[in-house]
């Protein structure tokens, strides 16, 4: 039960440490490349740049990376490896899917295995997953060396290079070779036909001839080293690592979980490291293993240590008093009756969208670590999680800095120790200080701006897509679970996770379907705009701030400073995590999640 | 701004070519040289050599003589993953269970031990009456709108069926379009609830349901007729008559039975789950080979106990066994199911 979790703390922990040490020896640049590579990289590296050309050559390489998407995807019809005639998305969910995988979010408005042929597996969405990675990697690089008073913030594109091809590309292929030996296909082929040992259990066509079971493969060996690596999320299959030939076995499972959690831990470490302030960065990174194992024990506690409440007894009768505006007296009563618990046998838990290999936790704290690390693989249906165990995953999303993504938590994180800081330096009456320097009010207003378009972007899509038909078309389960799909939906694309809540009926699928569901074109423009404006303003703006901060004049320590590596100073961190989380997002889990594990169950029908 | 640009292309032209060529032909390599069974799908062959499915990849069973898989939201189709996405406060999610469980559970405890529940639930629908009030299907109409109207959708006779009754019974549809007005011109889902209704006070204690018989001259004919028992009634009412027996003492069945997997594809159940069936697959087989049905069922015990397997050694989880391989080793010793 709690073997699991602990192994994979433990283990991504262990390996972080070796693996922060080679992570910032690369990045600082201090490595000697074999000759073949170093003539790429002089063929790249245009020389060292200020931040607000590292944020330009950055910006510009996402804007070429996209239009590449964009022609991937559109010209998938005419493209090889192609042997079923996989025709083109719909425009909007071309546009969903560029940006979704451009910003590392890796939502899909579509089923791997249904609409993509293995080519654009292979050039969208493995390209993809190693370049977006990359892009939040180098960010944080960035601001580190701008933390640090470098006026030349590096290059853009040689950090880009060296992250994907001396970090990502020996990771992945160890992690694919592992991954094949426990089952995944790994071919270039598209499908199988089998005949099933009971013939005709599959049905039979219309001529009475037994159908056959087409099994769909590829190179999913590729795709998933890198998806897990680089906490993308986007699987091959449809139902991503809850497939079993994109998760076989309870290995695979385990390395999947930690390779996702491994460079998010790694960068934690390789912050201090390049800072020279260990100290600091282990204190960071105990309190977000502290989250983490917060988020982890709760899906443990309401998933897997209780049964799906919709099977259960509820065994006395409830009456409720509520305010209503057309019965006498302005209140109407409801009653709910009590109900029997149906015989099923629930002691491994709430097994409604598991599978059973992983092992009995394995569902439950993947859904807290997936979001944590912003990945958005899923190995379970998030959608049939216990009511109150899925607040576990949204509070993962809107915290976001829980390790978070490739670099981008990190970066997520120093916004909340700014504003950390801020508020300590205001309760002793000192100007707050970082790393020695004075945080002014331009710092404060940079990091508010980045940390504000997160709340925004998932509050108000959510609260105008609530409130249309766009939304309440949209969802196939009643009542306040209803409005926790959309606003999960919103919450995955502003965190830039990519997991979700698959009852929401968004996937238009190929441009031809003729029964697209009915607000997908809204969905897909929607989460494909909160994906974008959610991804490059918490970038460019904190490279702004850690610019403007390492600049300026460092003060000398005194009696007064607030020191950074102690754990007063964790248990500040932590509480304004805790306290601004909460108070953006407490109301929102109050109408979701938490009104549906107080309401009635069952409840529509 | 035109160096980076060209700079961005360069990068770009690099990564494709590393990333996309390179590295999974690296893998693709590894893959079909050392791994080809895996890497290929991980496919088994039949009893006639040719292939028969994935050890990865649950398929369906329905025949007695074989283990059943658990019940997939994406009907077994390898080839479009789904979960049922259902919530678990939504009351579709328990309907299903229910209806999985009653055709299927036994009592636990009393004189009546070890059998169905079915029979009973066939008689107390008889009785026809729910909470104790009359008229079963009304009330259940009522309560749950969203099933009355899927089974109107759920087959052409279904509508058809409505249809009919609609056309005979203009006072109640015209007393329904001016409770509705919105929808002058109802279709037969809409008029689910009130078909339903009207049906529980003209045939008490019966539902409609497909009765397939043999004509004069041999044809065979299905049509919808007012029954008193079946598969619809133990599966459907269950629930209901759960309500009104909340203490009777059912036998528990494992939750991977009625519970879908993440990907509707799960190739395993748990030994639990295999043990539960047991006895129905071991009845079956010694009927069909003609052996002792003891001897039978210690075989298969130990071939179940032979093929389970746990996550990690039973560090992380409990023990399955994979329906597939079980099925197919089965198959192999006793030949064809009859």
């Known amino acids: 039960m709690w073997l699991l979790p602990i192994a994979l703390m433990a283990t991504a922990t262990a390996l972080a440490i070796p693996l922060s040490r080679y992570a910032a020896w690369i990045m600082e640049g201090e490595y000697r490349p074999p000759r073949i590579l170093a003539w790429f990289e002089r063929r790249i590296d245009s020389g060292s740049q200020t931040w607000k050309q590292y944020a330009a050559a950055l910006l510009i390489f996402n804007a070429v990376l996209f239009v590449y998407g964009f022609a991937v995807l559109a010209l998938q019809p005419v493209m090889p490896l192609n042997p079923q005639h996989k025709g083109m998305l719909a425009p909007t969910t071309i546009f969903n899917s560029v940006a979704s995988f451009m910003t590392n979010t890796n939502l899909q408005h579509y089923a791997g295995e249904v609409h993509l042929s293995n080519f654009s597996q292979i050039f969208f969405v493995i390209l993809n997953q190693y370049l977006s990675a990359g892009v939040g990697f180098c960010a944080l690089t960035a601001i580190i060396r701008a933390f640090r008073g470098q006026k030349l913030v590096g290059n853009f594109f040689a950090d880009m290079w060296r992250v994907v091809m001396y970090m990502f590309v020996p990771a992945a292929l160890i992690s694919g070779v592992l991954f094949i030996q426990q089952g995944m296909p790994m071919t270039y082929q598209s499908a199988y036909q089998v005949s099933t040992l009971e013939p005709a259990a599959m049905g039979t066509t219309d001529s009475g001839q037994a159908k056959p079971q087409t099994i769909v493969v590829g190179p999913v060996g590729a795709v998933i080293p890198i998806k897990m690596l680089g906490t993308n999320g986007g699987g091959f299959y449809g139902m991503n690592s809850a497939h079993p030939l994109e998760n076989p076995s309870a290995w695979s499972n385990f390395i999947t979980t930690l390779d996702m959690m491994l460079f998010p831990f790694t960068l934690v470490l390789m912050y201090g490291r390049m800072l020279k302030r260990r100290r600091h960065s282990w204190v960071i990174f105990c309190v977000m293993a502290l989250l983490m194992a917060g988020t982890i024990v709760w899906a443990i506690y309401f998933d897997t240590l209780k049964p799906n409440p919709g099977l259960t007894a509820h065994p006395a009768s409830k009456t409720f008093t509520i305010p209503s505006a057309r019965s006498p007296g302005g209140k109407q009563e409801f009653t709910l009756p009590a109900v029997a618990r149906l015989p099923v046998d629930q002691h491994l838990g709430n097994l409604e969208g598991k599978e059973l290999r992983f092992g009995t936790s394995a569902g439950a704290t993947f859904a807290a670590v997936t979001v944590d690390v912003t990945c958005g693989a899923v190995n379970c249906e998030h959608d049939s999680l216990n009511p109150i165990a899925a607040l576990s995953p949204m509070a993962g999303m809107w915290v976001n800095c829980i390790f978070g993504g490739k670099g981008v938590g990190m970066i997520n994180l120093l916004l909340f120790l700014i504003v950390g800081v801020f508020l300590a330096g205001q309760m002793v009456g000192r100007t707050p200080e970082y790393l020695g320097k004075k945080v002014g009010a331009r710092e404060m207003k940079l990091a508010m701006i980045a940390l504000l378009v997160h709340p925004i972007m998932i509050l108000g899509p959510t609260g105008l897509f609530a409130a249309t038909t766009w939304g309440t078309m949209a969802t196939n389960n009643p009542g306040a679970h209803g409005f926790s799909q959309m606003l999960y939906q919103f919450s995955s694309s502003s965190a830039n996770n990519g997991s979700a809540f698959d009852g929401l009926a968004v996937t238009t699928g190929f441009n031809d379907n003729p029964n697209p569901p009915p607000a997908g074109r809204q969905w897909d423009i929607a989460t494909g705009l909160v994906m974008l404006f959610s991804r490059y303003l918490p970038i460019v703006a904190p490279l702004a701030m850690a610019a403007s901060l390492g600049y300026k004049k460092p003060t000398p320590f005194g009696l007064g400073t607030l020191r950074d590596d102690t754990t007063t100073f964790g248990c500040l961190l932590f509480g304004t995590i805790v306290v601004v989380g909460a108070l953006l997002f407490l109301p929102v889990a109050a109408l979701g999640p938490l009104a549906e594990h107080l309401g009635p169950i069952p409840f529509g029908g | ?338």
């Not at chain 2, 009893?47 to 939201?73: M, N, W």
């Not at chain 2, 299927?104 to 629908?125: C, H, K, M, N």
């Not at chain 2, 991977?256 to 071991?282: C, E, F, K, W």
Request: hydrophobic share 40%; charged share 20%.
């Open chain 2, 1 to 338: 701004m035109s160096r980076y640009i060209s700079t961005s292309l360069w990068l770009l032209l690099f990564s494709v070519v590393i990333l996309c060529g390179i590295y999974p032909a690296v893998l693709w390599v590894v893959g079909q040289t050392i791994f080809p069974f895996q890497a290929n799908g991980s496919i088994l062959t039949g009893p006639d050599g040719k292939p028969v499915g994935s050890l990865l990849i649950a398929q369906p069973f329905t025949k007695d003589e074989y283990f059943h898989p658990r019940p997939s939201a994406a009907s077994y189709d390898a080839s479009a993953s789904a979960s049922s996405t259902l919530a678990a406060s939504n009351y579709l999610l328990r309907d299903r269970v229910a209806r999985a469980l009653g055709p299927i559970v036994t009592y636990r405890s009393g004189a009546r031990a070890g059998q169905l529940v079915a029979p009973d639930i066939e008689a107390w629908f008889r009785l026809d009456h729910f909470a104790g009030q009359p008229h079963i299907v009304a009330q259940w109409a009522d309560a749950h709108n969203e099933l009355a109207g899927a089974w109107v959708n759920a087959d052409p006779s279904h509508a058809q069926y409505v249809d009919t009754w609609a056309k005979s019974h203009p006072s109640v549809v015209a007393h329904w379009i001016k409770d509705n007005p919105g929808t002058p011109q109802p279709k037969a889902a809409d008029l689910a609830v009130a078909f339903f209704e009207a049906f529980s006070k003209e045939n008490p204690g019966s539902f409609p349901a497909a009765v397939t018989r043999q004509t004069s001259d041999g044809k065979t004919v299905t049509t919808i007729q007012a029954v008193k028992e079946g598969g619809d009634i133990q599966s459907i009412f269950f629930d209901m008559w759960r309500q009104d027996h909340p203490t009777a003492d059912l036998r528990e069945v494992p939750a991977d039975m009625v519970m879908t997997s993440g990907s509707g594809l799960d190739p395993h159940i748990t030994l639990q789950n295999a043990l539960y069936q047991l006895d129905r697959v071991a009845t079956k087989w010694a009927a069909d080979t003609q052996r002792d049905p003891v001897k039978i069922r210690q075989e298969i015990h130990a071939l179940l106990e032979e093929n389970a397997q746990a996550p990690f050694g039973g560090l992380v989880g409990e023990e399955m066994v994979n329906v597939l391989s079980v099925n197919l080793q089965l198959r192999k010793r006793y030949g064809n199911p009859s």
